[in-house]
């Protein structure tokens, strides 16, 4: 009889500890969009509105995760949300849930590299900075995947810690910013909750509305928090995935709400820094219909730095300009984490879908496929899965919004690459 967590040939090994995957999921959830997805939606329904769209996808995350919690523990077996729709629905739909879902990591582990190499414009906005970003940020994270799951979980575990610890850093900056005590502004208190549910008539007609739109860009956030069920194929004890997986929707929906209160209290939601949503306008401050009632706060001098996340605007307009940098970082890290965290998954679900084939099949297309459950005999990760989730998208996508690469001129951007490039930058994840 092999022991427990001991590699057996042509497998995976189980090395991951409880508290590691717990951590794998909070760095695999908790990215970019908390930060730059709030003030989206603040802008499209208001105070109240972000806060209810969050509390709202966070109940359903919470439902979903006792579901798969009491799935786990009564059959904690490898590859869950493929093996779940196998077994119980239809052997034909699981590939099908199993390619989409690794589709969604995959092209969610490009998206956040492009991301959080973006954010360095907040320090320049040359093209060659950006490019040696992501080339290095994609080698960075795929040679952290290559080491093998226990340098991994390791990894993520101490990376998880310090996510968490910032985010509270970032929340206590926030209280310090409404109570006055940094920057130059007086004390803000409660003033900008008080606007409650808004709609953007540029985006929704009514508050209702405005909630229901808002109520999808929140679900990017929650992401991540079942790629627990993946962590099974290398989890050291699987049946001890029932504490994770129980709690993680809890602790990502807490997170969130509190963070999010804390951007809230210091942004008003016609704020003309926000981000829009997609090609929508703002509201303006000329919109009398719109603001009765309400005056702008008046900030002062903006910095001339710019950025579209949450926390970064709100410490910019009280005149802070060191803590904005550092905040600008720790966002970068976190979108590099997750980047990680979203190539392990990818590369596993890759491994799940093709474990069972042979490489020694009369059929040349599943020789082929074959290869992509090959396991490394000395790292003991799936080598070939991981190589090309890496790859798929990783390898063409950073280059399609950079028209440098392709014309002299943003209007000359070849068709196929805005085609491809609106798919991709409007349905990524956790962005």
């Known amino acids: 009889m092999v022991a427990l967590g001991a590699p057996v040939a042509g497998s995976l090994v189980r090395g991951l500890g409880t508290w590691q995957i717990l951590f794998i999921a909070i760095g695999g959830t908790i990215g970019l969009g908390f930060a730059t997805t709030t ?75 492009i991301e959080s190499a973006n ?26 995947n290559s080491r093998g799951v226990k340098v991994f979980g390791w990894i993520e575990l101490f990376g998880g810690i310090l996510k968490v610890l910032f ?39 009514t508050k209702a509305e405005a909630v229901l739109v808002s109520i ?67 509201v303006s401050l000329n919109s009398t219909n719109v603001l009765t009632g309400r005056t702008p706060h008046e900030w002062g001098a903006y910095s001339s730095h710019n950025s579209t996340a949450a926390p970064i605007i709100a410490l910019l307009q009280v005149g802070l300009n060191i803590t904005p940098a550092i905040i600008n970082g720790i966002l970068i890290y976190a979108g590099l984490s997750t980047a990680n965290t979203a190539l392990y998954v990818a590369s596993r679900t890759m491994y799940g879908l093709t474990r069972d084939l042979s490489s020694t099949s009369e059929n040349i297309m599943v020789r082929i496929f074959a290869k992509l459950n ?44 805005l085609a491809v490039s609106d798919v991709f930058w409007f349905g990524h994840p956790n962005v």
Not at 173 to 200: E, H, K, P, Y
Request: proline share 5%.
């Open 374 to 417: 090959t396991v490394s005999p000395t790292t003991r990760i799936p080598v070939w899965a991981l190589i090309v989730s890496c790859l798929a998208f990783a390898c063409w996508t950073p280059w399609i919004k950079m028209p440098e690469f392709n014309s002299t001129s943003a209007t000359d951007t070849p068709l196929w690459a």
């Open 167 to 205: 985010v509270l850093a970032i929340f206590i900056l926030m209280i310090c910013v409404n109570t006055g005590a940094i920057g130059n502004a007086r004390s803000l208190g409660a003033q900008f909750f008080n606007d409650g549910f808004q709609n953007n008539p540029s985006v929704a007609k």
């Open 119 to 144: 954010l360095l414009t907040y320090w320049s906005s040359e093209v060659s900075y950006h490019v040696i970003a992501i080339l290095l940020f994609l080698l960075v994270i795929f040679a952290i």
């Open 216 to 282: 999808p860009l929140a679900i990017f956030s929650y992401i991540g928090v079942e790629l627990l069920t993946v962590t099974a194929f290398e989890a050291a004890n699987p049946s001890r995935l029932k504490g994770p997986t129980k709690h993680i929707a809890y602790i990502i929906t807490v997170i969130y709400l509190v963070t999010i209160g804390g951007f809230v209290a210091n942004l008003e939601w016609f704020n003309q820094n926000l981000p829009n949503f997609i090609d929508q306008s703002r």
């Open 39 to 113: 003030g989206e939606v603040l802008a499209i329904s208001g105070p109240a509105g972000v806060l209810t769209a969050f509390a709202v996808v966070g109940i359903v995350a919470i439902a979903v995760m006792e579901g798969i919690c009491e799935m786990i523990v009564l059959w904690p077996i490898s590859n869950a949300m493929i093996e779940f729709v196998r077994t119980f629905v239809d052997r034909d739909l699981a590939i099908v849930v199993g390619i989409a879902y690794w589709y969604t990591y995959s092209i969610t582990m490009a998206a956040l590299i």
